[in-house]
């Protein structure tokens, strides 16, 4: 049984697919849902499904290590971060090393970094005048959104778009590939 952890910061659209998608299978769990957000949609949505769920703050999550023990503890095998913004702290970076998967909403290299997430993706595509915008299935290491890319796919942009439009035509293409792009990265290990 190979058993996944999300991160997620927001409402977690992404994270409900995955857990969907892994619902029925006897070989992968979800086993656990982390926030750095009390309030998060994310953790009402895993309430729902009777999955364990973990609030961190950033004194936990930057100034000790327990993180690896508490993973540990649950036995994760992968970590998922479905729109998780905090950066990955470089001793959990090596603890998982090769086993941290995040989705970006546009075709790094371009538009990735810090401070480049959410609409501000969006709006930055749209003002370059891009006529394709997608997302991108990576690994984590210590820089923001630099790991190596798993997996991408595209989607067209029509002049008419606005960024709302994009981030529409993006998060669909998340949620169509991000499950199954999992799968098969738990397969090829
Ligand atoms: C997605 O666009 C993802 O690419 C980004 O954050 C968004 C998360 O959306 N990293 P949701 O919380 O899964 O709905």
Redesign the pocket.
Known sequence: MKKIAIF?S??????RKIIEYFADREDVSVSLVVSNKAKAG?LDMAKEWDIDRMVINRALFYETEDMVAHLKQWEIDLIVL??FLWLIPSYLVTSYAGRILN???ALLPAYGGKGM??MHVHRAVKAAGERESG?TIHLVNEHYDEGDIIFQARCPIAPEDEAEDIAKK??AL?HRHFASTIDQFLRQE
């Open positions: 997620a927001g409402t977690g659209s992404n994270a994310v479905a729109g989705i970006h909403p997430y959410g997302m993006v998060l998340e």
